[in-house]
């Protein structure tokens, strides 16, 4: 069966070898109206067995891991002022993130690639976010690593989670909730996240519907990735660029950044095209200037 995209494009260049009997414009018209209709209600038809369809494939196949949301590791000082961080000491993170692709399981990618110290994750857990700090109840999951629920990740090293059982949705938000019981030194973060995050007083905040949480930021903190079991079919797009893809001067907390309007409107078609958008830029990043950028601990000029 042809897909969606095959079927528009034979259509489109069919239709410029309609020819209509020249009996009045009016014939032409009403014509070309059920032409039209007739195209329409082929398009829907399609569109509907072929969400049908990746919706049997979501639980059917085995699937596979694909990113449903990214944020590129930078240093935690950079040499220009503000932009710094010092780090946590016994603390909650709760880092909200946007979803691109949804999925049936869940797992995380925590980073300490700019750390100088070992960092001690707690605890962590994943959920979905109602409002603000808040999680739906019921949707709380404690996350483990290698089985266990605290894991240390060595300078420059990273983890992923064990998988969780978690209805994902697409194009919407989670809270990610990592606590950090001793001093971690400068944090590996990603500081231009144009979304509000939350860090909390002393103490492990990680599974309480809605923390204590005395402060807001807008960058994220050793949380690198998200990733969902999803249908063998789906595929992820990674959006590279510099501070244009991070978002800047779009508003906050509206995911107005370019990449999510293009994961938006790859939403609708995915049923035929099963391809999702996740962004991984890096602020200042170059890859055509001759300007030297910082990128995973390395000067790069290009």
């Not at 070898?17 to 032409?28: D, H, K, Q, W, Y």
């Not at 009403?30 to 072929?50: C, E, Q, S, Y």
């Not at 590129?72 to 993170?93: E, K, R, W």
């Not at 998988?163 to 500081?191: N, Q, R, Y």
Request: proline residues 6%; aromatic residues 8%; glycine residues 10%.
């Amino acid at each position: 069966m042809k897909s969606t995209t095959q079927f528009l494009a034979t259509l489109g260049s069919n239709a410029r070898r309609i020819r209509f009997p020249a009996t009045g414009s009016r014939l032409r018209r009403l014509a070309l109206t059920v032409a039209v209709i007739a195209a329409m209600a082929l398009v829907i038809g399609g569109l509907a067995v072929n969400r049908a369809a990746l919706a049997n494939d979501r639980h059917d196949d085995d699937g596979h891991w694909v990113g449903t949301w990214s944020a590129s590791p930078v240093a935690p000082d950079l040499g220009i002022p503000g932009l710094s961080n010092n780090g946590f000491n016994n603390q909650t993170l709760r880092l909200i993130v946007h979803t691109s692709i949804g999925g049936d399981d869940a797992r995380v990618r925590i980073s300490n690639a700019f750390g100088t110290n070992a960092l001690v994750i707690g605890a962590a857990h994943i959920a979905l976010r109602s409002a603000g700090a808040a999680i739906v109840p019921g949707s709380d999951r404690a996350l483990t690593f290698s089985g266990a629920p605290s894991t240390t990740i060595p300078p420059g090293a990273l983890v992923v989670s064990d998988p969780v059982e978690l209805d994902v949705p697409a194009l919407g938000d989670l809270a990610v909730s990592i606590f950090l019981p001793g001093k971690t030194g400068p944090a590996t973060w990603h500081f231009a996240g144009l979304q509000t995050s939350y860090i909390s007083s002393t103490g492990d905040f990680t599974g309480s519907t809605a923390a204590p949480f005395t402060t807001t930021t807008q960058a994220w903190f050793f949380l690198t990735g998200v990733e969902v079991k999803a249908s063998e079919r789906t595929r992820a797009i990674v959006a590279m660029g510099d501070s244009i893809t991070d978002g800047t001067n779009s508003t906050p907390d509206t995911n107005h950044r370019w990449p999510n309007f293009l994961a938006s409107g790859c939403s609708p078609i995915t049923s035929s095209w099963p391809y999702w958008t996740r962004a991984s830029p890096v602020t200042g990043f170059c890859m055509t200037s001759s300007a030297p950028t910082r990128w995973r601990g390395s000067t790069v000029t290009c």
